[in-house]
């Protein structure tokens, strides 16, 4: 399929819940990415944040590591064992390739990781979809992704915490910062992000406002195995699916690694009984 010159919204009912941003124009060591912003609730809360002040690399709802086989892709400063945050010129940037698809609810891709020199460490196939649940106020985001290495090439998928830094700070993967505030996050045992942080939980929920009061819910679903939920609230608030929270997740030569996770974006305040009735498991396009 063709390029298509159109911006990529995604769409429940005729309204845009989703830009997707395909090739942003921004600073090189923010490692360069295509990514979901603004992401809004079907009464058009913004329940995404982009370039903050506090860290500049966050870029809406995207997948990013920071080690790939010595590559930074999630940008900012790399985690260096023994000296800790180190600016290096190791980023590169994931750019797209070709359409699979193109529709209003959503479409297929294929993109390229690669290094400081351009060349490929990672063939990424991405898929993402909206639809709604028959939850009042509520729709469902899946996003499905396969990352293949080159047929010559092992590639390590890394963190900070391979690297040495302690805290639980295994971040890098599918990851979304969320809007400026202060939400509320639990999963189905568990309440508050020093006891959700680093949890294998089937599900993870947060609960915040919008900049106008608006109330509004996620609920994450789709660890794969040996993910963690890596989640702040404090300093910033986040979510993500964290491949390698405690080791490094190797992808030999030739070999894939895949996911596929599910968010509810709802508006109002969800209950953890509420969670427990809607339909969390990801589906198939």
């Not at 944040?49 to 920071?66: C, F, N, Y």
């Not at 086989?69 to 940037?93: E, F, I, K, M, P």
């Not at 891709?109 to 991405?126: F, K, S």
């Amino acid at each position: 399929m063709t390029d298509h010159p159109d911006p990529v919204r995604l769409q429940v009912r005729g309204s845009t819940v989703a830009d997707y941003v395909l090739a942003p124009d921004i600073d090189p060591r923010w490692s360069p990415r295509p990514h979901l912003h603004p992401v809004r609730t079907l009464a058009g809360v913004p329940v995404t944040d982009t370039l903050p002040e506090d860290h500049r690399w966050h870029l809406g709802v995207s997948v990013a590591m920071q080690d790939v086989s010595g590559t930074n892709l999630w940008g900012g400063r790399t985690y260096v064992r023994d000296a800790g945050y180190t600016w290096l010129d190791d980023h590169g940037r994931i750019v797209h390739d070709t359409w699979h698809e193109r529709r209003p609810d959503g479409f297929a891709q294929r993109l390229r990781w690669l290094d400081p020199a351009g060349d490929t460490l990672l063939v990424e196939e991405r898929t993402v979809a909206v639809s709604e649940i028959g939850h009042a106020g509520t729709y469902a985001l899946d996003i499905a992704y396969t990352l293949t290495a080159p047929a010559g090439r092992d590639i390590s998928l890394g963190s900070p915490a391979t690297n040495g830094r302690p805290g639980g700070a295994g971040y890098g993967g599918f990851f979304w910062r969320i809007a400026p505030g202060t939400p509320q996050t639990f999963t189905a045992g568990a309440d508050g992000e020093e006891t959700v942080n680093g949890s294998t939980e089937p599900w993870l929920a947060l609960t915040g406002r919008g900049a106008d009061g608006a109330p509004y819910s996620l609920v994450f679903a789709g660890l794969g195995d040996g993910d963690h939920w890596f989640v702040r609230t404090g300093i910033y608030p986040g979510v993500c699916v964290a491949l390698a929270f405690e080791s490094t997740l190797p992808v030999p030569a030739g070999g894939a690694v895949s996911r596929h996770h599910r968010i509810l974006v709802a508006d109002g305040t969800l209950t953890r009984d509420q969670v427990h009735d809607l339909p969390l498991t990801p589906s198939s396009r």
